[in-house]
């Protein structure tokens, strides 16, 4: 079985995560922040994996630690979840219209980390504002972050691309949706050995 339970805690942030590669269910995504865990539900999704999470992090700073750090605690689950990577595709690739916006998510599970972003957004914001404190906004350039440390932790060639777009929202869910469709196939079991020359990970 795929899965993974893990802790991590440090003085800006507290994560418990439990990831299940083999199975689709019902996830429980709570970061203090609605908009990225709106963007983590579907990434879950499309993946066709489980994802239950919960951060407490220091949002009265900002949202970059909680981010960044789910993205670390995502890799490094990621990481531990795939083992030695015996009979996985490794590769997986897509490219998904989310209304006016279109983004394409290719990625390897090499275990050489290394992230290509080109997108940019029209706003720095998108979410809840500070009408409503308990979830307060999601910053755009902290998408980029996420992704890196998922790249970094997880040891994944990651490459993003937004191809245009021109609402935030609609824009970011499409790349979130791509890396989950890309990373559900990269998963994928279909053979006995390790995807490789080398004949490791």
């Excluded at 220091?58 to 015996?86: C, N, W």
């Amino acid at each position: 079985m795929r899965e993974v339970v893990l802790e991590r805690v440090t003085k800006e942030t507290a994560i418990k995560l439990a990831l299940h590669l083999d199975q689709r269910g019902e996830n429980d995504i709570q970061t203090g922040i609605g908009f990225f865990d709106h963007m983590l539900n579907l990434f879950a999704f499309r993946a066709g994996i489980t994802l239950n999470l919960s951060c407490r992090g220091d949002l009265v700073v900002d949202g970059h630690h909680t981010v960044e750090d789910v993205g670390l605690a995502l890799g490094q689950a990621i990481a531990q979840a795939l083992g030695d990577k015996s009979g996985i595709r490794r590769y997986g690739q897509a490219e998904l219209p989310m209304d006016e916006s279109l983004a394409s998510c290719a990625l390897d599970l090499s275990g050489r980390p290394y992230l290509v972003f080109n997108a940019s957004f029209p706003i720095e914001r998108v979410g809840v504002t500070e009408n409503d404190p308990r979830a307060p906004a999601f910053e755009t350039e902290l998408v980029e972050e996420f992704f890196r440390a998922v790249s970094s932790a997880s040891g994944m060639t990651l490459h993003i691309n937004l191809r245009y777009g021109k609402n935030t929202h609609h824009m970011i869910e499409a790349i979130f949706k791509a890396f989950g469709c890309a990373f559900g196939q990269a998963i994928e079991l279909v053979g006995q050995g390790v995807s490789s020359t080398k004949g490791i990970l």
